[in-house]
């Protein structure tokens, strides 16, 4: 399974007065899916999205897997990318003009 298709399965997280309540009480989060995402799907992106460590992506990978991505390419096939910004497992930035 391509970490791509993983991080399309989950669309947002679920905002209501009972998700809220649930994230207060048990520390979860509550997401919106498609609905032909599978478990695995589910849980790979939640544990990409939520605990980015466990993955341990280089800088490249990540850049990469960033790329891939059809929301990312929307923005960086307006211009080119002149900066990444990296933070190991942390966050992953691009500055297009």
Avoid: C, W
């Amino acid at each position: 399974m391509s970490v791509n298709k993983s991080l399309q399965a989950v669309l947002a997280p679920q905002v209501t007065e009972k998700a809220t309540m649930v994230a207060d009480k048990h520390n979860q989060i509550a997401f919106k899916v498609k609905k032909d995402a599978t478990k695995m799907q589910q849980i790979t992106n939640t544990i990409l999205m939520i605990r980015p460590a466990a993955f341990r992506m280089n800088e490249e990978t990540a850049v990469n897997a960033a790329l891939e991505l059809e929301k990312v390419q929307n923005y960086t096939s307006q211009g080119s990318i002149v900066k990444t910004i990296y933070v190991p497992n942390r966050l992953l930035n691009f500055v297009v003009k």
